[in-house]
């Protein structure tokens, strides 16, 4: 076989070959030094690559071949809500209206733009059942952040000032990584053997320094926490708030709204549930939903409308807690989602989550005699199985992830929630058709017959990528985080 | 599909949510469309916007319209890129990881840096994460910034710190424009964790960078710059310098305005801050076969390992606008980043000369520029600005709008803020001219 060429585009450098070209210039060729004095000039160039146009798109079109996204096949990557992205969202971010807009250019000449950050925030309220929505946030983790101090400046403003934020064992890292940077701390709750908030320990927490519980749900078992009015009662009686990850909210679209679940703030990601791509790793949108009470301290600007049905920014806001990043928010991506939205409507959001926990249900029930069921139960959109029964052939959950790309098919997130011993957590969405999920499931079902026939097999898999298995701990021992060149690089003969 | 999962209906599968949670009516949402109709709506909100790329724009504070080759879009419209989640799984993740290297190598390059995160959001919160990175390491609570950082980063910085309160303390500019160094090494003390100077400034200024380094580390503070990455064809790398931490803003290298999102924050970092820098990291390794490979590395400071002692809660990132800009910065190449600079910076001393030749505007910004500067008008800015949209013109930023954020006694009112890239020509600029000449004497006549 021959070997892939693992060249990186500085290798590729060849002296004074170039894609690039200029306008004219048309005003006087003024020398640098009357421009920028040498003492504040750079020494030596940056070594970018020397390259042509097509040696360019030669390079970068091999480097997508060596990578998998949503359009190359099944991705049931659970907690990551990995659906088709439909094209015509990608058409109406590239349309010169939106994409061809300055931030800062009269408001006047971006009434479209401020329309559907309007409509897109007061549909993101209708879904979560609550009332303002800010979509300043990048991402997720954005959100919660966001989210944290809007609720400290809630409490500040009634003279309070408590710290504790109570999150699940199962929750995301992201969460209390973001009460941390809140200045909060965190305060981990354990499951009860159904997977939801254990009650009783949620009591033995809950005094005057809670600020607030974060909850994902359904949570990342993938099954719905059923004393939630319960739990919202005994935070809110505590004078605590409810924080609504919504990592997970693919499931509960038009089914159930975090709203009415009593939860006071929520995040979407809008890469998840509302189909924007991820983009090998962002960018997403993680727009927060408050209720009345917190819309005060939301961050500023937010989009208003006048009577007369003229969009603008009111950056008059004396409570707002300030900006959580500049300028509007990662308006590309906004309106992808809004573009995914006027799609598929409040029905056929709905018919979302319906498919998705179907599907979830249905290659639940295809494998669920291979592997260990943590909990007995339906599940939503994703679920959570053990590799356990696998060990005795010497096989882990990190065998079987990397055997599915053999297969075709991305791995499922694995382990994820840590107090699942070897988790498997797949969710396949409501984008894959049944052939699709027929398709996963075959794949695990003889993954685990090799297990016990050729576990070898495994331990050597993936055995038809571009690379084998990757040394990760020397890569951490000895980082090399960029090209290195030699010494001579910078010379052209 | 239901008898396989043992359901009796689709509402069965929900039968685990409570009833008194369930919603039973439908969503107050409009119906679906089919896609002609969902064009057709998108393309009636974006025609009710003038964007600034249909106008002769000179709007610039962050978010610049340099040319964005077509096959910029090409590639990053590849969805194998553009449909993948973060690169969990290396072995199938080679193409972005392989990219995000060479991103990585890119950023260090420009910047004089050793260690290149793979992205962050923006400048704003590229430049709040680098102040938790100083407070991290020096144990200190204060952050020393100029004033002629931009007021939406320093806005955000004050936001996103807030839970762990850093103190910002703001140095004002001096005549021309450029920081006060004097008031900036009185500022910085013993409690400074970072001094933050931004290359070139708000208002286009270039900064002394190595007096501002001297000062901060005098104080045994991290030095911070915020770098606009393609002035650094021509300006000194930051790292070289004296640099600890460099942030900025790259939406100009490869990716459209979007009105602002999403851009793209870059962080880079000396080598021994490396174990302290927030975000997803790539390194080169080897397969079991020895073969060259690339995979996330050092994750044990993220949060999906760490939880509450991770360095930040990044998680997604701005990957996909990362590769856009290595993408762009190869298609500039070594030669292309110095003469794409010195081209704007022509250009930018051009339009300048000519609007300071105009009765009644002065020079705000002194000294030499990159592609941005700052004159003050006879009149308030935002007037200047409204009246000649009629004409097709995007006059500049109006510093008005940022009133109060730059100190004591700021009346920047009659401030514009002129950017000039490489797709203005000369023909333009001089009709701009001769619009703001003719505004003006309106102006004064009418007065």
Known sequence: MVELDRRTIFEKSCCGRRAFSLPALGVPEAPLDDLVPAALRRAAPARLPEVSEVDLVRHFTGLSALNFGVDTGSYPLGSCTMKYNPKVNEVAARLEGFAGLHPYQPEALAQGALELMFELGQWLAEIAGLSRTTVQPAAGAHGELTGLLVIRAYHEARGRAPRKVIIPDTAHGTNPASVVIAGCTPVAVPSDPRGGVDLEALRGLLDDDVAALMLTNPNTLGVFDENIVEVARLVHEAGGLLYYDGANANAVLGVSRPGDMGFDVVHFNLHKTFSTPHGGGGPGAGPIVVSEALAPYLPAP???????????????????????????????VLVRAYTYIVSLGGEGLRRVSEMAVLNANYVLAGVRDLFELPYERRCMHEFVVSATPLKEHGVRALDVAKRLLDYGVHPPTTYFPQIVDEALMIEPTETESREDLDRVIAALRAIVGEAASDPQLLHDAPVSMPVRRLDEAEAARHPVLRQRFPEDAEGCA | MLAAVGAASVDDLFSEIPEAVRRREPLALPAGLAEPEVLARLRR????????????????????????????????????????????????????????????????????????????????????????????????????????????????????????????????????????????????????????????????????????????????????????????????????????????????????????????????????????????????????????????????????????????????????NALAAVVYLSWLGKDGLPELGLHCARKAAYLRQRLLALPGVAAFTEGPVFREFAVRLPLPAIDLVEALVPAGFLAGVDAGRFAGRFGDGDALDDILLVAVTEQRTRAEMDDFVAAVRRHLAAEVTDG
């Open chain 1, 302 to 332: 937010l989009v208003e409308r006048t009577e007369d049905g003229r969009y603008f920014f009111d950056h008059d806001r004396p409570q707002s807690i300030g900006k959580v990043r500049t300028f509007y928010g990662n308006f590309g």
């Open chain 2, 45 to 320: 909100l974006a025609a009710a916007d003038t964007p600034a790329s249909a106008l002769v724009s000179f709007l610039g504070a962050g978010v610049y319209d340099h040319h964005v080759p077509s096959m910029v879009d090409a590639v990053v419209s590849r969805s194998e890129f553009a449909t993948a989640y973060t690169p969990y799984q290396p072995e199938r993740s080679q193409g972005v990881l392989q990219a995000t290297f060479e991103f990585q190598t890119a950023i260090c390059e420009l910047t004089g840096m050793a260690v290149s995160n793979a992205s962050m959001y923006d400048a704003g919160t590229a430049l709040a994460e680098a102040s938790l990175l100083a407070g991290g390491q020096t144990r200190r609570g204060g952050i020393v910034l100029s004033a002629g950082v931009h007021p939406e980063y320093r806005q955000v910085l004050a936001t996103e710190t807030a839970g762990q309160g850093p103190r910002p303390e703001l140095v004002e500019l001096k005549q021309g424009a450029a920081t006060d160094l004097e008031a900036l090494a009185a500022a910085a003390g013993p409690d400074t964790a970072a001094v933050v100077v931004q290359q070139p400034n708000f208002f286009g200024a270039l900064e002394d960078l190595g007096a501002a380094a001297a000062i901060a580390h005098a104080a045994g503070a991290l030095f911070v710059v915020v770098a606009d990455p393609l002035s650094l064809g021509l300006l000194e790398a930051p790292g070289v310098a004296g640099a600890d931490i460099v942030v900025g803003e790259a939406q100009l290298l490869g990716n459209a305005m979007s009105f602002g999102g999403p851009g793209l924050g870059y962080m880079a970092v000396t080598r021994k801050l490396m174990r302290r820098i927030p975000g997803r990291l790539v390194g080169e390794t080897v397969d079991l076969e020895g073969r060259r490979g690339f995979v996330l590395t050092l994750q044990t400071r993220e949060q999906h390992i760490r939880r509450e002692r991770a360095t930040s809660n990044i998680c997604s990132n701005h990957a996909l």
